[in-house]
């Protein structure tokens, strides 16, 4: 059903274009994902990141870059709540974050 959050991903992608701050940081490049669950009436919990570098190897990025974007992540409040077969349901959710030497270049999905 895509992304189910209130203003769709451009509301998320505009969260965080105003949120982070952006460093330039040499050698920080690769991507980040952060899964979370989304209960049914809206709310997140049990967030994890994973992060890896531009091979898809696994990377540990600047706590500076890692923080900021799970910080923002947690705080975003648009978040719907899915029924399927008219119960209502959690569900898994996941964003990745294109870093390009410690700059935020692009949200995913």
């Known amino acids: 059903g895509g992304l ?3 203003g769709e991903k451009s509301a998320i992608e505009k969260e965080f274009s105003e949120r982070y701050k952006s ?4 050698n920080e490049t690769g991507l980040i994902r952060i899964n979370f669950v989304v ?5 997140t919990d049990k967030f994890r ?9 696994q990377k540990v990025f600047a ?3 890692t923080e900021q974007l ?3 992540t947690k705080s975003l409040k648009g978040w ?3 029924k399927y077969k008219e119960k209502e349901i959690d569900y898994y959710q996941y964003l990745i974050f294109k870093i390009e030497n410690g700059q935020l270049k692009e949200i995913l999905p």
Request: hydrophobic share 25%; glycine share 6%.
């Open 63 to 65: 706590k500076s870059i």
């Open 39 to 43: 209960n049914c009436k809206g709310k």
């Open 80 to 82: 719907k709540g899915k």
């Open 49 to 57: 990141l994973i992060s890896m570098n531009e091979n898809y190897e």
């Open 23 to 26: 460093e330039n940081i040499k």
């Open 70 to 72: 799970m910080n923002i």
């Open 4 to 6: 189910e959050y209130e």
